[in-house]
Each structure stands twice: as structure tokens, then as C-alpha cells.
């Protein structure tokens, strides 16, 4: 079974300009969350989908990040503009079921940073 | 507000030593208890949860963790630590609401001595 698939592994750009993470999810899966972990913290949930509807965006700073899922499968998440502060990486997981109580399974992240 | 702390930000450890890494919550239920562990390079893998039942779970890679309600805590342990169990392990609370949701602790980076 082929795991959650992330690209770019990594990306630098310039403050004020825009990014765009990819990722597939495992087959079938029901659910996909969007996680940034900056150096030293846990992961923190930024937009979970179930199917290719949003359940929570609370902690999505929507004035410059946005996300999508398309037809329920894969997803992108995009930063415009970028800041200093988003230098993180950012994780991909999906889980079978649509809950997140399940087993979630990660991709390898895409570290970004921001200079 | 649910919450998970780690009190140890980094263990160092000699390898076939024993392990214990920390975690306490605060949650008003029932708590649904997880432990991820972060290899370098990779994203985050399940070692173990805890929803219910037996208070002692067991978990891959020979690590268990014991639920502890009067305490509060979610303790990972292993008997006897390899070179290649050196990593960021994450301790994290399940939310039940109308869609769950989980939350991570900042995490306890292993290293390991030969």
C-alpha cells in the first residue's frame, strides 16, 4: 500500500511571496489534515477534510493560507503572501475513516523556509 | 481546553537501557491517548493508543504506555532502548466533537548513546 505522497520535499522562497504544498493521500481514505509543525513544537492542525468537505479551519490563518481538496482525494495548501513566521514544515496525513480518532498516517512533509 | 505536555524536551539514554518519556494531559472525559514517533526525514507513525479497557497498551517497536487516570498521565515505556529507537516521539489527546480531532504535545527528542 503506497503512503501519503508530499511535494516539494523542500522549498525556499522569499517573504511576501506565494507557495504551494501537494499532497496525495492512501486510496480511499476519508480523511485528510493539513499539520504545520515549526522546529521544537508538535504538529498543529491546521484544516482537516472529510471527503472534500472542510470539518475544521479554525486555526488556518484564512487571510493567507488557503487549501483544497479535490474530488475528495488529493490536496494542495497555499500561502499567499508568505511571512517569516510560516518557515515550518508542513505535514500531510489522511486517515480511513471520518473521524479523527483513527490511525492517521503521515506523509514526509515539505519543509519550508522563508527567508 | 484540551492539552498535552511533555515535561522532557530531550533524553539522552544508552542504548539497551530502559526508557520512560513523559506525557500528561488535561481532559474533562474519558481521554483517547496516542504516541507518534518522528524518525529524521519521515513524517510521524503510530507506536500505540489507548481508548479504553486495559490500562496497559501495547504498541510496535516493543513500547508500551500505561494509562494512568489519577494521574493524568500517558507514560511511554520500553525496556530496553536500540540505536535506531532515537527520534522526536509525540504524545497527543483525542477531542471528541462532531468530527474529532487530535492534539499534539511539543514532543521529547531521544537520542541514544552506543
Redesign the interface.
Given at each position: 500500500e503506497a503512503g501519503v505522497a508530499q511535494s516539494p520535499r523542500y522549498k525556499i522562497i522569499e517573504k511576501r511571496q506565494s507557495v504551494a504544498f501537494w499532497c496525495n493521500p492512501i486510496s480511499g481514505h476519508a480523511t485528510l489534515y493539513w499539520y504545520q509543525q515549526i522546529l521544537g513544537q508538535g504538529p498543529k492542525l491546521l484544516i482537516q477534510f472529510q471527503n472534500n468537505g472542510v470539518v475544521d479551519d479554525s486555526q488556518l490563518p484564512k487571510d493567507r493560507f488557503s487549501a483544497e481538496r479535490l474530488k475528495g482525494v488529493d490536496s494542495t495548501l497555499k500561502i499567499q503572501p508568505a511571512k517569516l513566521e510560516d518557515s515550518a514544515v508542513y505535514l500531510c496525513a489522511s486517515s480511513p475513516e471520518t473521524g479523527g480518532l483513527d490511525t492517521q498516517y503521515f506523509g514526509p512533509g515539505t519543509r519550508l523556509t522563508v527567508l | 481546553a484540551q492539552s498535552?505536555t511533555q515535561p522532557d524536551?530531550h533524553i539522552t539514554v544508552s542504548e539497551g537501557a530502559s526508557l520512560e518519556l513523559r506525557c500528561n494531559y488535561s481532559y474533562g472525559a474519558t481521554p483517547?491517548l496516542f504516541w507518534?514517533v518522528q524518525s529524521p526525514?519521515?513524517?510521524?507513525?503510530?507506536l500505540l493508543?489507548y481508548?479504553s479497557g486495559d490500562t496497559l497498551v501495547q504498541g510496535i517497536k516493543g513500547f508500551e504506555a500505561e494509562f494512568k487516570r489519577s494521574q493524568s498521565s500517558f507514560n511511554l515505556r520500553k525496556p530496553s532502548v536500540h540505536w535506531s529507537d532515537a527520534a522526536e516521539y509525540?504524545c497527543?489527546v483525542?477531542?471528541?466533537t462532531?468530527?474529532?480531532?487530535?492534539?499534539?504535545?511539543?514532543?521529547t527528542s531521544l537520542s541514544v548513546i552506543p
Open positions: - | 498535552v524536551i483517547y507518534y526525514g519521515q513524517g510521524l507513525q503510530l493508543k481508548f509525540f497527543a483525542g477531542e471528541l462532531s468530527y474529532d480531532k487530535v492534539i499534539f504535545g511539543p514532543g
